[in-house]
């Protein structure tokens, strides 16, 4: 099992910034792929962004393409997503997931997910 704890999320005016982390504690020892995912309130769950295990490969959706920065630090576990010129649409609870291959997908094919962080933004 993977456990996967999200922090950083908040208020934010429009323009602002967030920066997001995603803890990942347990059986980490084979190789993740990482995403993050946003929903939004009576909206389904979206893709945002995703990262491969080496860090080399990552894919994003159109809407934050640009704005958001996504990265790991594998010898701290963590996954970052650093968050950009935020728009009120940006608004939503953000999730990261682990997938147990070395590949990406920008799919909800993840196994494991975390509880969530809400980021509001403000217009």
């Known amino acids: 099992q993977v456990q996967l704890v999200e922090s950083g999320g908040g208020l934010v005016q429009a323009g602002g910034s967030l920066r997001l982390s995603c803890a990942a504690s347990g059986r980490t020892g084979s190789n993740y792929a990482m995403g993050w995912f946003r929903q939004a309130p009576g909206k389904e769950r979206q893709f945002v962004a995703a990262?491969?295990?080496?860090?080399?490969?990552?894919r994003y959706a159109d809407s934050v393409k640009g704005r958001f920065t996504i990265s790991r630090d594998n010898a701290k576990k963590t996954t970052y997503l650093q968050m950009s010129r935020l728009k009120p649409e940006d608004t939503a609870v953000y999730y990261c997931?682990?997938?147990?291959?070395?590949?990406?997908?920008?799919?909800?094919?993840?196994?494991?997910w975390g509880q969530g962080t809400q980021v509001t933004v403000s217009s």
């Open positions: 997931a682990a997938r147990a291959s070395a590949a990406i997908t920008t799919t909800a094919n993840y196994d494991y």
């Open positions: 990262i491969s295990w080496s860090g080399g490969i990552t």
